[in-house]
């Protein structure tokens, strides 16, 4: 879509005068895995989503390579790597400021469920190795440990997220994946807590309802939580000034 963020016609968004490089998706992988993986006969996934992520890292190194300011923004399975690609991008492009916004993916848990699935995708043997990982196999494949593990090679990162409080998207993925919801947002809010105990501080916006992201359309512009408008808070985040985490009071929608 043209809408949101990719909207560079819109005076009001703060990315119409940046570069982009813009990552597609489609190996059911969050970006993350690198194996081929048999799930059953006639049903063989390619789960490439590393191997394109970084060819694309490299390109973004070679085009800017005097970058000064990078924002590595990702939405739906695109948000559960940002993270991982913040600190990727720490390494390629050591003196540039880096802030991290992800989109859609806040409930995701730290359980072996979780994991196990995740190492399917061959998410073990992708990720780098950074000498901050020997901490524990779950932790480092988790979706909440890409937020921990980055934020610890590289402290200067900015981590922030976006969610609604009952997206129905992430609450969906749960029992397809075996396991129980839940409240979604006590998940949510456990995530940031299990995060920031961990040492990384994890900015975050949360709002009512049960939709799922808000970058790339026209909510971008007109969400307000609190009285804090969306577009200004991620204003602020990347032009480096102080933001303050914005959670709904009155969480669900109808």
């Known amino acids: 879509g043209e809408g949101g963020i990719f909207d560079f016609a819109d005076e009001r968004n703060p990315f119409a005068d940046h570069s982009v490089v813009y990552v597609p998706y489609c190996t059911g992988d969050v970006h993350i895995g690198n194996a081929t993986t048999k799930y059953a006969p006639g049903l063989t996934v ?11 890292l490299a390109h ?3 085009t800017f390579p005097g970058a000064t300011d990078v924002v590595v923004i990702g939405a739906s399975a695109g948000s559960v790597a940002a993270p991982l690609y913040g ?3 720490s390494d390629r492009l050591p003196n540039a400021r880096i ?22 995708w061959g998410t073990g043997d992708a990720l780098p190795r950074w000498p901050e990982q020997a901490r524990g196999t779950a932790e480092r494949w ?3 440990g890409l937020f921990i593990q980055s934020g ?7 981590f922030a997220r976006h969610d609604y409080a009952y997206d129905e998207h992430q609450a969906g993925w749960f029992p397809r994946a075996g396991m129980r919801a839940g409240d979604l947002l006590s998940r949510i809010d456990a ?6 105990d961990a040492g990384v501080n994890l900015l975050s916006y949360i709002a009512p309802g049960d939709e799922h992201t808000v970058l790339t359309d026209g909510g971008f512009y007109t969400e307000t939580v609190n009285g804090e408008k969306l ?12 933001v303050d985490d914005v959670h709904c009071r009155e969480c669900r929608v109808g």
């Not at 390619?46 to 694309?56: E, I, P």
């Not at 610890?152 to 900015?158: A, Q």
């Not at 995530?191 to 920031?196: A, F, K």
Request: glycine share 8%; charged share 20%.
């Open 142 to 144: 988790s979706f909440p």
């Open 191 to 196: 995530n940031e807590t299990q995060v920031e």
């Open 231 to 242: 577009v200004d808070w991620v204003t602020r985040l990347i032009e480096g000034e102080p």
């Open 46 to 56: 390619q789960h490439k989503g590393y191997v394109n992520g970084t060819a694309a």
């Open 152 to 158: 610890r090679h590289d402290p200067e990162i900015v």
């Open 99 to 120: 802030t991290v916004l992800a989109d859609g993916s806040g409930s995701y848990p730290d359980l072996p469920r979780m994991n196990q699935i995740i190492a399917a």
């Open 60 to 62: 973004l190194a070679a």
């Open 87 to 89: 600190g990727l991008v």
